[in-house]
Structure formats: C-alpha cells, structure tokens
C-alpha cells in the first residue's frame, strides 16, 4: 500500500512559479514512475509530467515542457516546478505513481493563478 501527500499548490499572479511536492510513503522500494495530474474546472484530468525510475522525463506538451520540471530527489519524493504560471493552469495538482502495475493517487492541491 502506498499513500501520498502533495503539498506547495497556492495562489500565485500570472508569471509566478510555484513547486509541487509529493511524498509517497509505504511500499515504495517498486516504484516504477511518478507523475503528476491535474483537473482544472470544468475538465477532465490531464496528465502533465512522468519521471520514471531510471530518471527519464516527459511531459504533456511543449508548453508544459517549455515552463515545468519534474524531478525526484530520492526514492519517494517528486517534484513539480512550475514557473511562468499562467491562469490555464489553475487546477487541482493530483501526484500519481505507479508500484507494480497498481496506480496511486494523492488527494490534489490546488494551484490557482490569478492576479
């Protein structure tokens, strides 16, 4: 069983950054991939960035690419820098990994941008 807790969303102005933190706890010696979701109002989940466990990185989309870094400083915890917010990505930030072909989910953190 694993549980993770994301942290670092906020209210931030357009071009203000902000870095996500997700800490999973548990059996975490499988991890596979962490990732990172989100919801904005009125719309499904998207996927936004994967770190796997060999380290390699993707993202959603260049935009995401050009302004977002996921990384991992460990086994457990993975990050989301987010710089050059823009309104867009106000959404509810979920941190997702992935342990022996079972997916887990954090309860989200919001994330809005407005000025």
């Known amino acids: 069983q694993v549980q993770l807790v994301e942290s670092g969303g906020g209210l931030v102005q357009p071009g203000g950054s902000l870095r996500l933190s997700c800490v999973a706890v548990?059996?975490?010696?499988?991890?596979?991939?962490m990732a990172w979701y989100r919801r904005a109002p009125g719309k499904k989940r998207e996927w936004v960035a994967v770190?796997?466990?060999?380290?390699?990185?993707r993202y959603a989309d260049y935009s995401v690419k050009a302004r977002f870094s996921i990384t991992r400083d460990n086994q457990n915890t993975v990050y989301l820098q987010m710089n050059n917010l823009k309104p867009e990505d106000t959404a509810v930030y979920y941190c997702?990994?992935?342990?022996?072909?079972?997916?887990?989910w954090g309860k989200g953190t919001l994330v809005t941008v407005s000025s």
């Open positions: 997702n990994v992935l342990v022996r072909g079972v997916e887990y």
């Open positions: 770190i796997t466990r060999g380290g390699s990185t």
């Open positions: 548990g059996s975490i010696f499988s991890i596979e991939a």
